[in-house]
């Protein structure tokens, strides 16, 4: 069995696999699209594949829906090239259960794959098309944090966001750019509504959004390649909104173990690559099965029924208030915690951290003692629940292979958030003397830092934008000598860059450092549990 247009119409083959298969005409939801795009969503990757594309499969499956997704990839367009292209746009979604057992089911609701560069003008000029179609409802991100960013640490203009202000719309390269000429192009080609929906996992991504598309427009305007016309119509959220959302759904790297277990079922070609810009992506994708997507209801030409396929569609603030559960008490934190922990005591997979008992205690701990008595509660879903969903059959997941490893990545940019917002509420209420695992994970992260596991032995420090200031800032601490990181963390814990508050100006920051101290030696990284605990 081949992951093809052809290759699906051996249907009892599928079925024998346990595969499901869409239940429309497939080209017919081609057609329909290339006639009257609807929907088109930036960032191939992971994430998109096994949760946004299959939202608007239910829809499609259920009748509600005749459109499918168009998808545009600005920054790896070997996805488009491996991926896309050799699997007419399909992709094979295995959704891992906690007993062991997987969901499977191909999701076609792509109509098609572009690379959205003016250096590869006929998939530009499609994608030019779509974007002057007054049909076009939505157009939605999962670009990661980063993608919105058009500034370095330092808050100057990364150069080529720079080249893209100076040379114009028909030379973009940034994926902000490429985005405000494809409106500066809807503009000149009617003013026909949009709503433009960031699905990315960060705080108001939203305004994230709405910022950088904006900043770029009124530079365009400024150097005289658009009319400030354009700048009034998408500066006006009657006309261009930018919806705000929350999205939770663990989406790790293609594991061995399903690549292996399609294969023996017959389906072929299901090896992942790694592309020179190293994304690590397969022609399935697995994931956990719960799911969460809240959006706010401002789309001004219309939308899909999402809320049939399972999404909460409300307002601004159910959306602020359900992120700042997830991000700041119920999920991020516990991830952040067992991720740095995971990598000093020498785990490869989440799930196993939450086998040992120490760790178990600690995100507990951080959860339900430090987290929910300050909790934003959305009204749409349970706290509670929520997090002992988390704690119980999520986290504990065995059948996912989630890495500490790369929930490490860019822990500098989550502490503020995961760490911080709990820490100022609590210091709000007077009650941040009772925090006790906080300050412990945040010790254990600049433990980390130090690349040396409990062991005494090297260790990879994962990918960090701060990463080499912060170990600047840390060398002069030796592992094996408590007594050389004296004095030394003052200056990190008093950043509110990096952790939202001045922690020297607190009682936690003596916490902080007593317990760094106390992990600098072979085995100090478990006693701290110990003691926690």
Request: proline share 7%; glycine share 6%; aromatic share 8%.
């Amino acid at each position: 069995m081949k992951l093809t247009n052809a290759g699906l119409k051996n249907t009892d083959a599928w079925e024998k696999a346990g595969v499901r298969l869409p239940a429309y005409n497939r080209e017919d939801m081609i057609r329909i699209t290339a006639e009257e795009p609807v929907w088109v969503h930036f960032g191939a990757g992971n994430i998109f594949r096994g949760f946004i594309a299959g939202l608007q499969q239910r829809l499609l499956n259920q009748g509600l829906e005749k459109h499918g997704i168009i998808a545009a990839e600005t920054f790896d367009f070997e996805i488009i090239d491996r991926i896309y292209k050799p699997y007419d746009c399909l992709t094979l979604m295995v959704s891992l259960k906690p007993d062991g057992t997987t969901d499977r089911e191909v999701i076609d609701s792509l109509a098609d794959g572009l690379k959205a560069t003016p250096g590869v003008p006929e998939d530009w000029e499609k994608l030019k098309a779509v974007f002057a179609a007054p049909s076009l409802q939505l157009v939605s991100f999962t670009i990661t944090e980063k993608g919105y960013a058009l500034r370095d640490l330092r808050g100057e203009l990364f150069p080529v966001v720079r080249q893209d202000m100076e040379e114009g719309p028909l030379h973009v390269r940034h994926a902000m750019s490429v985005v405000a000429a494809q409106m500066l192009h809807r503009y000149e080609s009617g003013k026909a509504p949009v709503a433009l929906v960031s699905m990315d996992n960060c705080s108001h991504n939203g305004e994230k959004l709405r910022a950088s598309v904006l900043e770029i427009a009124e530079a365009w305007v400024k150097a005289g390649f658009a009319e400030e016309g354009f700048l009034t119509w998408i500066s006006d959220e009657s006309r261009v909104s930018f919806p705000w959302s929350m999205i939770d759904k663990i989406t790790p790297r293609p594991a061995d173990v399903v690549t292996r277990a399609l294969t023996a079922d017959g389906v072929e070609d299901m090896a992942p690559v790694q592309t020179e810009r190293h994304t690590y992506i397969a022609p399935f994708v697995n994931a956990e099965v719960p799911q969460y997507l809240v959006v706010e209801d401002r789309f001004p030409n219309g939308r899909p029924p999402l809320e049939k396929a399972g999404v909460f569609m409300t307002d601004r603030d159910t959306v602020n208030k359900t992120e700042r559960m997830k991000v700041t008490t119920c999920l991020n934190p516990l991830h952040t915690a067992l991720a740095v922990y995971g990598c000093l005591l020498g785990y490869t997979l989440i799930a196993d951290e939450m086998k040992d008992p120490d760790l178990k205690a600690l995100v507990e701990r951080i959860g339900y003692q430090e987290g929910l008595p300050v909790v934003t509660d959305p009204g749409i879903l349970s706290p509670k629940a929520f997090l002992q969903e988390v704690l119980e059959k999520r986290l504990p997941n065995p059948f996912m292979p989630d890495t500490p490893q790369r929930i490490a990545c860019d822990t500098s940019q989550k502490v503020p958030i995961r760490f911080g917002e709990t820490i100022k509420s609590r210091l709000a209420d007077g009650t941040a003397d009772q925090l006790e695992a906080i300050p412990l994970a945040i010790a254990a992260w600049l433990r980390y830092l130090l690349a040396v596991d409990d062991e005494g032995k090297p260790m990879e420090v994962s990918p960090d934008p701060m990463r080499e200031d912060l170990q600047s800032a840390l060398s002069a601490v030796r592992f094996g000598d408590p007594a050389s990181a004296e004095g030394v963390l003052a200056p990190i814990l008093a950043n509110p860059v990096i952790f939202a508050v001045d922690l020297t100006a607190t009682p936690l920051a003596p916490k902080v450092e007593r317990a760094f101290r106390e992990m600098l030696t072979v085995g100090g990284v478990r006693k701290s549990l110990k003691k926690e605990g």
